[in-house]
């Protein structure tokens, strides 16, 4: 939002708690900073959701 941009859904990191916005995004930025931090899982953050993701495996876990 601080850039103009809109977001689709956040994404939480389960390493450190970055919240970045999803790959449906213009940005990118969970993706983006699973490159820059090689943190692998991340988690749904929007209400409701409590599946997750493993950038590495490339695996989806239904709950975290």
């Known amino acids: 939002m601080r850039?103009?941009?809109?977001w689709?859904?956040?994404r939480l990191c389960m390493t450190c708690g970055?919240?970045?916005c999803c790959d449906s995004s213009p940005?990118?930025?969970a993706t983006k900073h699973f490159h820059a931090s090689n943190h692998p899982i991340i988690?749904?953050?929007q209400p409701g959701e409590e599946w997750g993701w493993c950038y590495v495996d490339e695996v989806m876990f239904d709950s975290l």
């Open 3 to 6: 850039i103009g941009a809109q």
């Open 8 to 10: 689709v859904h956040l």
């Open 18 to 20: 970055h919240v970045g």
């Open 27 to 29: 940005n990118r930025h």
């Open 43 to 45: 988690k749904s953050f």
